[in-house]
């Protein structure tokens, strides 16, 4: 169905600049955080203040993943449940307000990258140990090594698909990066349903798809200064 993409709102009209430009309108004037008793002058105004104020203390604070993702999680939904609730956004479809809370995150997120990303050193070095394995693994992995058949292999998508997945490192924002990981999936798709259909074979499954996902995964040469910085 043509509505059906999980990532559709990612491109919805109402984006982050729209959000932004959005909460600037002096009809969003007195937005409050429901913990907070200061109101300032427009809803532009607060967002900015009250995302500050988080992102000061929350750099403040020595890095731990479990409870840096659940503060960030929590701030994220009260804000959002503080836009949804204010009568600027009265009237709009749930593909905007999904789009706003995008944006939200986006900026957010935008904001707290050197802070979140890579931030543990013991995560660190586990990424290296892998990143090591996965370099020899390169070396000298073959498509038919993990079962892939000759019909769908197709060295041009595979650069395609590949080219997907080194544009994380363009991203910041977490759903930006899963867009990116999303993209090669379709990639990879579209080649399996090609070539099943120019062979007049059965449409392929997971165990056609996860094969050449693994592989392209592998096959990307700058693999580790992609995900390096954003596991």
Same mark, same amino acid.
């Given at each position: 169905m043509e509505n059906a993409d999980p990532f559709a709102s990612s491109t919805?009209? *109402?984006? $982050?600049?729209?959000?932004?430009e959005r909460m600037r309108q002096p009809s969003a004037a007195d937005l409050r955080q429901s913990n907070q008793k200061v109101v300032l002058s427009n809803c532009f105004n607060s967002f900015v203040f009250f995302s500050s104020l988080f992102i000061v203390s929350f750099s403040n604070n020595a890095p731990d993943p479990e409870r840096d993702s659940a503060a960030v999680q929590e701030?994220?939904?009260?804000?959002?449940?503080?836009?949804?609730?204010?009568? *600027? $956004?009265?009237g709009c479809s749930e593909e905007e307000l999904e789009s706003a809370?995008?944006?939200?995150?986006?900026?957010?997120?935008?904001k707290l990258y050197t802070r979140v990303f890579a931030s543990v050193p013991d995560d660190s070095k586990l990424d290296e140990q892998l990143f090591e394995k996965i370099g020899l693994v390169q070396q000298f992995i073959r498509p038919e090594q993990l079962d892939i058949k000759t019909t769908f292999q197709n060295e041009t998508s595979w650069l395609l698909a590949q080219k997907e997945l080194q544009k994380i490192n363009m991203y910041k924002a977490p759903r930006d990066?899963?867009?990116? @990981?999303?993209?090669c999936c379709k990639? @990879?798709?579209?080649?399996l349903l090609n070539a099943s259909i120019a062979s007049n074979?059965?449409?392929?499954g997971a165990d056609e798809f996860l094969p050449v996902l693994i592989y392209v995964t592998l096959k990307v040469r700058s693999l580790h200064d992609c995900l390096n910085l954003f596991c």
């Amino acid at each position: 169905m043509e509505n059906a993409d999980p990532f559709a709102s990612s491109t919805a009209p *109402l984006t $982050w600049h729209d959000f932004l430009e959005r909460m600037r309108q002096p009809s969003a004037a007195d937005l409050r955080q429901s913990n907070q008793k200061v109101v300032l002058s427009n809803c532009f105004n607060s967002f900015v203040f009250f995302s500050s104020l988080f992102i000061v203390s929350f750099s403040n604070n020595a890095p731990d993943p479990e409870r840096d993702s659940a503060a960030v999680q929590e701030f994220l939904a009260n804000m959002e449940m503080a836009f949804r609730a204010h009568p *600027l $956004w009265a009237g709009c479809s749930e593909e905007e307000l999904e789009s706003a809370g995008e944006g939200l995150e986006k900026y957010v997120m935008t904001k707290l990258y050197t802070r979140v990303f890579a931030s543990v050193p013991d995560d660190s070095k586990l990424d290296e140990q892998l990143f090591e394995k996965i370099g020899l693994v390169q070396q000298f992995i073959r498509p038919e090594q993990l079962d892939i058949k000759t019909t769908f292999q197709n060295e041009t998508s595979w650069l395609l698909a590949q080219k997907e997945l080194q544009k994380i490192n363009m991203y910041k924002a977490p759903r930006d990066k899963l867009v990116c @990981i999303l993209n090669c999936c379709k990639v @990879i798709n579209n080649l399996l349903l090609n070539a099943s259909i120019a062979s007049n074979e059965d449409p392929p499954g997971a165990d056609e798809f996860l094969p050449v996902l693994i592989y392209v995964t592998l096959k990307v040469r700058s693999l580790h200064d992609c995900l390096n910085l954003f596991c």
